[in-house]
């Protein structure tokens, strides 16, 4: 059953905010926008900040001991046609985490080129100008710029999953991870033969499924000037 109230009993994070108690007027919630096509977009990261531990309020660490970066919500600015608020719930790690995000990027053979980081990615984003060779000294200059809402160029995709999939798999004894990672849909699932895409398909378990929105790269504020912003274009 849809829901009447205007009103949510969670932010961005998901935990529950006392506004919608009625203990103050709580903010009128707007749905998310349509989903948009893969393609390059400038949006404004209108919720993103360090992300902290529900209970203690306190900062995350990974299993590096480093500060883990969340995007809750962005806002699409350009192209207008396309304009309008999604919700992301990505995170952001310093060092990456291999198969689970972007993770670090190896050096390449027989250069001196360094490792490229997925938060250095978003600093760049923000102002390619902050960007220095020292990873502890990027992270604190993005945690002290990421909650201002900073405007970035980035790659849009899809990714989702097919629940019903994962759970069929794990009443036949897959282990939980493994049954997820087997029912994950990315952009290409959702290509047509024409190479448009679409917002809906048909998941190993036979239901559709709706894409979500997940950042596939970040681009570095140098480069805006000479990007095509907008869908992908037809291979």
């Known amino acids: 059953?849809?829901?009447?109230?205007?009103?949510?009993?969670?932010?961005?994070?998901?935990?529950?905010d006392p506004i919608?108690?009625?203990?103050?007027?709580?903010?009128?919630?707007?749905?998310?926008?349509?989903?948009?096509?893969?393609?390059?977009?400038?949006?404004?990261?209108?919720?993103?900040?360090?992300?902290?531990?529900?209970e203690t309020k306190q900062p995350w660490l990974d299993?590096?001991?480093?500060?883990?970066?969340r995007i809750n919500r962005i806002e699409i600015m350009d192209p207008t046609a396309y304009a309008g608020s999604h919700a992301i719930f990505q995170d952001i790690y310093q060092?990456?985490?291999p198969q689970m995000n972007w993770s670090v990027k190896p050096a390449v053979a027989y250069t001196d080129r360094p490792p490229v980081y997925q938060v250095v990615k978003l600093l760049s984003a923000i102002d390619a100008s902050l960007?220095?060779?020292?990873?502890?000294?990027?992270?604190?200059?993005?945690?002290?710029?990421?909650?201002?809402?900073?405007i970035v160029a980035v790659k849009l995709g899809?990714?989702?999953?097919?629940?019903?999939?994962a759970?069929?798999?794990?009443?036949?004894?897959?282990?939980?991870?493994?049954?997820?990672?087997?029912?994950?849909?990315?952009?290409?699932?959702?290509?047509?033969?024409?190479?448009?895409?679409?917002t809906h398909t048909e998941g190993p378990s036979g239901t559709l499924v709706a894409a979500k929105?997940?950042?596939d790269d970040f681009i570095p504020s140098s480069r805006v000037s000479t990007l095509t912003l907008g869908p992908l274009k037809a291979r």
Not at 63 to 69: A, I, Y
Not at 178 to 186: E, I, N, P, T, V
Request: proline share 5%; aromatic share 10%.
């Open 1 to 16: 059953m849809e829901p009447t109230s205007t009103h949510t009993l969670y932010n961005d994070q998901f935990e529950l």
């Open 63 to 69: 299993g590096k001991g480093k500060k883990v970066f």
């Open 95 to 97: 060092y990456g985490r």
């Open 158 to 165: 899809y990714e989702c999953t097919d629940n019903t999939h």
């Open 131 to 150: 960007v220095t060779g020292n990873l502890d000294e990027n992270c604190d200059e993005l945690e002290r710029i990421i909650a201002s809402r900073p």
């Open 20 to 54: 919608a108690y009625g203990l103050t007027e709580a903010p009128t919630v707007a749905k998310d926008a349509e989903v948009p096509p893969p393609g390059f977009y400038l949006v404004q990261l209108t919720s993103a900040q360090v992300r902290t531990d529900r």
């Open 213 to 215: 929105l997940k950042i």
């Open 167 to 198: 759970k069929n798999l794990m009443e036949r004894g897959f282990e939980k991870n493994d049954a997820y990672k087997q029912s994950r849909l990315y952009t290409k699932h959702f290509r047509n033969v024409d190479n448009t895409y679409r």
